[in-house]
Nanobody, 127 residues
Framework: QVQLVESGGGVVQAGGSLRLSCAAS????????MAWFRQAPGKEREFAAA????????KYADSVEGRFTISRDNAKNTVYLQMNSLKPEDTAVYYC????????????????????WGQGTQVTVSS
């Protein structure tokens, strides 16, 4: 059983930056693909970014490509989401998710592919 705890959310002005962290425990972190999803008020939870177990490959939603960067430190059991050039439409609760998958050849981007979820951290971007 993997436990995930997100941190780093907050309120930021448009154009600003935030870095989210997700600390994992209870499993072999280096065996899991990791992702960030987000859910805005009244909307479905959507994919933002994902990274393979080794950190060798990543994938982004079109809406965040070029502004967000996902990374991981397997020695610290932590995955990060660096968010730059934030926009009001980035306002959402951001969730960290884990999927047991040791391959560089497929990066899951669908909610139902992920087995473990954190409680989320709120990001609010003011205009």
């Amino acid at each position: 059983q993997v436990q995930l705890v997100e941190s780093g959310g907050g309120v930021v002005q448009a154009g600003g930056s935030l870095r989210l962290s997700c600390a994992a425990s209870g499993g072999t972190f280096s065996s899991y693909a990791m992702a960030w999803f987000r859910q805005a008020p009244g909307k479905e939870r959507e994919f933002a970014a994902a990274i393979t177990f080794s950190g060798g490959s990543s994938k982004y939603a079109d809406s965040v490509e070029g502004r967000f960067t996902i990374s991981r430190d397997n020695a610290k059991n932590t995955v990060y989401l660096q968010m730059n050039s934030l926009k009001p439409e980035d306002t959402a609760v951001y969730y960290c998710a884990a999927d047991y998958r040791r391959t560089e050849y497929y990066i899951p981007i669908h909610r139902n592919e992920y087995d473990y979820w954190g409680q989320g951290t709120q990001v609010t971007v003011s205009s």
